[in-house]
């Protein structure tokens, strides 16, 4: 295994020189639900307390999706007399704090979503610019625990120069809030990310396609090197359960964003899941490869017509291998050791995740597998000899 962590790289690969991060650590993935996906601006407190209540009692929240998020669309176009930005009366009567509480007593946590400008993008609200630190002071006193940060209606500033106000002023608001950088990868915050924020988007917006889903796996992949403990490429929010692929491609889209150790976002309305919806988000070994102790992003080891192979490194001498079929057609992908780094005299056992199965074959050299149409086959290799 030491020949994978040589090829495809160690927990510090970045080639910056990491030096404090201004943020609160967070060193694992954290799993959420957040509203844009599905219901856009159409959120009231109600929905967003159903949400919670249902992340509970789907044993969702055991497996580690604990925090509810509530983006666009929250606030008062306008601020009050003091500046403070003030949750929508006719959405959010009770007020965000009491949300939080809420959140807080079912054992899970309350995000809220912001912008580097002077309006949000659905242009409903009012942004933080020039109000970071009064922003930051009031969703610490609400008890906030995540910020998304989206990057619209701004002064022409780069993202590089605005989005460290923000994070300075979460540290000085003395909560630990999770800052979610959303510039969209438009000023490769892959490269700056982590000094400032736990999370930076490496993508644009996505959509329920399977052509926007691979789309945007592909693009996070080229800054695969920047992932470590701490600050994660963000692909953006999962698509599964909205309807809009097929189930075999919704588990393409799972098992990429959890090989690339990137957020598992939940995006569909929790409350009115199919039970395939339920199985897929709910795969504790494949959220286990997500979680993996060594948080190394996935790479392409090998692109040939519509077969490819990523390959990352686990902890406990393990490798996890995503083998796709991203044609039209079935048929038969082989991923070589070679592909992987591993010796090719190597015999290992096969963990199929989707299957929940450990092979009973032993393999030395390569796996061979059937692939339907934009489907994939996720396996846990573990050396054995």
């Not at 979680?291 to 040939?304: E, F, P, V």
Request: net charge negative; proline share 4%.
């Amino acid at each position: 295994m030491a020949a994978v962590n040589k090829k495809l790289g160690g927990v510090n690969r970045n080639p910056m020189n990491f030096g404090f991060c201004t943020c609160f650590v967070y060193p694992i993935r954290i799993c959420r639900w957040n509203s844009w996906n599905h219901f856009g601006c159409d959120i009231d407190e109600k929905m967003v307390k159903e949400t919670a209540d249902a992340l509970v009692s789907t044993g969702l929240s055991k497996l580690g999706y604990v925090y509810v998020n509530i983006d666009d669309c929250w606030a008062e176009i306008a601020r009050d007399d003091k500046g403070n930005i003030m949750p929508k009366n006719s959405t959010f009567p009770s007020g965000i704090k009491a949300l939080a509480d809420y959140a807080h007593s079912k054992g899970l946590k309350l995000g809220i979503y912001g912008d580097a400008g002077y309006y949000t993008c659905s242009k409903t609200m009012p942004g933080s610019l020039g109000f970071e630190e009064q922003d930051a002071k009031t969703f610490a006193s609400w008890g906030i625990d995540y910020l998304k940060y989206d990057n619209c209606h701004h002064d022409g500033s780069k993202p590089i120069e605005r989005y460290p106000v923000m994070s300075k002023a979460l540290k000085k608001a003395g909560r630990p809030i999770f800052f979610s950088l959303c510039e969209w990868g438009e000023m490769h915050p892959a490269e700056w990310g982590f000094h400032v924020g736990n999370s930076w988007r490496t993508t644009c917006d996505i959509t329920d396609t399977w052509e926007s889903m691979i789309s945007r796996a592909d693009q996070n992949e080229l800054y695969a090197q920047y992932a470590r403990p701490g600050g994660w490429n963000d692909p953006d929010m999962l698509e599964i359960g909205n309807g809009g692929m097929t189930k075999d491609e919704y588990i393409v889209h799972f098992s990429l964003w959890a090989i690339s150790k990137a957020p598992l976002l939940l995006g569909c309305d929790i409350r009115n899941m199919t039970q395939e919806t339920i199985e897929i988000i709910s795969n504790k070994e494949v959220i286990a490869v997500n979680q993996d102790s060594y948080g190394i992003q996935a790479r392409k080891a090998r692109m040939h017509g519509d077969e490819e192979i990523w390959v990352a490194p686990l902890s406990s001498y393990r490798t996890v291998v995503v083998i796709l079929n991203r044609g039209s057609v079935r048929y038969s992908v082989t991923a070589f050791w070679e592909d992987m780094g591993l010796d090719p005299n190597t015999v290992v056992e096969a963990r199929e995740l989707w299957e929940h199965k450990t092979l009973k074959n032993r393999f030395v050299g390569n796996i061979t597998t059937m692939l339907n149409p934009h489907s994939c086959k996720m396996y846990v290799l573990k050396p054995i000899s």
